[in-house]
């Protein structure tokens, strides 16, 4: 059902389904890497997935949505954003696909952001401004601190950073590079 209704073949990616209109939605956010987190494509289909994350990346990590397609009033899961829950969901599901490399390149973005963060605020937030590398602002609330999956995310990304840049390095056949190993 979710490749029925949700794959587009043409684009190349997952997009969240309007059961209203009967239609899948235009707008490309992390929502359509949820297939991957759940090991449930080929290995062709992640692929292609992968090669949309360039609409996604940036400085601080991944946005949310593309800035494209914000409507007129900015919502919290809505470009500049961007949150821990969904960085897992992508970083795990590349690394399900064996896209390692990138999976570590985000992850290194993504605690850089919060530690830049941290060193100016004090505090793990909500979300992040990944744009901007600040807190993030838009919403319907003042972002809250200490959010308990943005401090679980930042404890478990910091256990896996270390075995998946070891891969990268094995792969590279330089495991000194990162690994200590010789």
């Excluded at 899961?77 to 590349?94: E, K, R, S």
């Excluded at 807190?135 to 609330?141: E, I, L, N, T």
Aim: aromatic share 14%; hydrophobic share 35%; with cysteine.
């Amino acid at each position: 059902m979710i490749d029925a209704l949700m794959w587009q073949q043409e684009q190349g990616f997952f997009f969240d389904y309007n059961y209203k209109k009967k239609q899948p939605s235009p707008f490309y956010s992390l929502a359509g890497f949820y297939p991957l987190w759940a090991k449930l494509e080929s290995q062709e289909q992640a692929e292609q997935l992968r090669r949309h994350l360039s609409l996604f990346e940036v400085d601080g990590g991944l946005v949310t949505t593309q800035k494209k397609d914000l409507s007129k009033s900015q919502r919290q899961w809505d470009y500049p954003n961007g949150w821990a829950n969904l960085h897992w969901i992508v970083i795990q599901g590349l690394v399900n696909y064996g896209y390692i490399e990138d999976a570590a390149r985000i992850t290194s973005k993504w605690l850089r952001l919060n530690e830049k963060v941290f060193a100016e605020t004090g505090k793990l937030w909500e979300k992040y401004d990944v744009v901007r590398c600040t807190v993030g602002r838009s919403g319907h609330y003042k972002t809250p601190p200490g959010f308990g999956w943005t401090n679980m995310l930042y404890i478990k990304l910091h256990e896996t950073l270390s075995t998946l840049t070891c891969a990268v390095a094995r792969e590279e056949s330089n495991p000194e590079r990162f690994c200590g190993e010789q």
